[in-house]
DNA sequence: AGTAAAATTTAACATAAGATAAATAATCAG
DNA sequence: CTGATTATTTATCTTATGTTAAATTTTACT
């Protein structure tokens, strides 16, 4: 648990009862690479936090398998488009290296919300930044050309070529595995 | 102020005494067509309501101006990566119409919350509608094709077209205005 | 109403990225 | 270690969108 205590430090600092509270609806899990950790078609009601390993969002369009996000250690990963609606996700979680994560129940999250408003508080910290970076990725993804969008990556995330396929990559970037490989080329 | 209270209500109804608080840090703005409300280059410390009108957040990338979101009556807009972050913002807000707004002050907003945990609760769903909007938006355009872009647009804000200049409608969907009338052009 | 300015469309050409297929390289299971 | 599978690259051709410029339409101002 130090690990997710000290993420949790950097948005809000919790009491020593908030902080009981919270490790009663945490549980660890360890997950093999390429294991699916939450699959399409269910309501979001974890939230993770990698303490080992890499995890991915993936969804399908037109039956071509689309990366929406990595996730790192020491970073929290959840469907959030589920989590906040309450609706069956259409993406799915997979670790893209074995990995050990802590699992975070959220419907008893939530409802300790109302006993530690010190709790909504860090996740509402929490989800604001998700929310900022989200904010800059459409902004990304928008009017960066797909080479600019592979540079930043790279300068972002320098080890996301170590530990992750190209092909998760590609789609990550809004493009195909070919032109990828294309702008890897050029240099 | 009943508007407002009314778009509250859609995500927690609040007391009486915490509806009072909020009003006291509001106050009424209207601003002329085309007007910024908002300049480049401050930090974000106001959140609007729209009354009446229509705002969409730009900003410049390459000299070129880019729309970032549209919003209409008895919607929210702020400029959330600053908001969020306390740093200077590279965005502006302009009322594409003459308009009425409420403008909440968030820097009193933000103490509020220590006061109020139902307000602190209001906003963090309100945004957390919010960051899930965001999240379906990098999904549409990642990896749709500008047309089916324009096509989902006028699908959910068919008056979209009649209040909004074509030329903002565009950078909005990540192409020129050249595309954009080449795409309507086909139908 | 009449003019200037701004917005939109049209046209011609350029280019980045998609699609498909084949070749090569890397990884994995036995 | 070897063969099979999977990942990546390379090649060719196609297509959507960008760029620039000009034509047309709409809007705004006096």
Chains 1, 2 share one sequence.
């Not at 979680?93 to 530690?116: C, G, H, P, R, W």
């Not at 860090?122 to 990304?140: G, M």
């Amino acid at each position: 648990m130090n690990e997710l205590i000290t993420y949790f430090n950097k948005y809000n600092t919790l009491s020593e009862n908030a902080i009981k509270a919270i490790s009663e609806i945490c549980k660890p899990v360890n997950i093999k690479k390429n294991q699916d950790l939450q699959t399409i078609g269910h309501t979001c009601r974890t939230i993770y936090f990698i303490k080992k390993g890499v995890a991915r969002i993936y969804y399908y369009k037109d039956d071509i398998e689309i990366t929406e996000c990595f996730a790192f250690e020491n970073a929290i990963i959840a469907r959030v488009e589920s989590l906040f609606t309450g609706k069956p996700s259409r993406k799915a979680i997979q670790m893209v290296e074995n990995s050990e994560l802590i699992a975070i129940n959220s419907t008893k999250l939530f409802d300790l919300y109302d006993t530690f408003p010190e709790i909504e508080r860090l996740f509402r910290k929490i989800f604001e930044a998700a929310y900022v970076d989200t904010v800059n990725r459409v902004e990304s993804i928008q009017f960066h050309s797909a080479e600019e969008r592979y540079n930043t990556l790279l300068k972002e995330s320098p080890n996301v070529l170590q530990r992750v396929p190209l092909k998760f990559i590609a789609s990550y970037l809004g493009i195909t595995q070919v032109s990828l490989s294309r702008i890897r080329g050029i240099r």
